[in-house]
């Protein structure tokens, strides 16, 4: 059973910092393209970071470039969100992907976390 469980989340202060993880387990982890994505209120889930199997390959929403930063660690079967100068436009809640893509994508994906809350106050 493949379970993706994200951690981090919390409140932060405009401008602050926060970094995101997500554990996978019960999936070959190196295998999989890893993305990131958020759902703020009343608002369609959007695409945030992607990253290819062995992290040479990135990708990132326009309104993140420059701010957040997806990395991996194959070894833990973790992949990390690192999020800075925070906005409050950034708060929703940050969900955890999995994807059996050999680059990266922004849609399609397998499997899903639950979700972990990013509330960034002006």
């Known amino acids: 059973q493949v379970q993706l469980v994200e951690s981090g989340g919390g409140l932060v202060q405009a401008g602050g910092s926060l970094r995101l993880s997500c554990a996978a387990s019960g999936l070959t982890f190196s295998s999989y393209c890893m993305g990131w994505f958020r759902q703020a209120p009343g608002k369609d889930r959007e695409f945030v970071a992607a990253?290819?199997?062995?992290?040479?390959?990135?990708d990132y929403a326009d309104s993140v470039k420059g701010r957040f930063i997806i990395t991996r660690d194959n070894a833990k079967n973790t992949v990390y969100l690192q999020m800075n100068s925070l906005k409050p436009e950034d708060t929703a809640v940050y969900y955890c992907a999995a994807d059996r893509s050999v680059g990266v994508t922004t849609r399609g994906y397998d499997y899903w976390g639950q979700g972990t809350q990013v509330t960034v106050s002006s």
């Open positions: 990253i290819n199997w062995r992290g040479a390959l990135k």
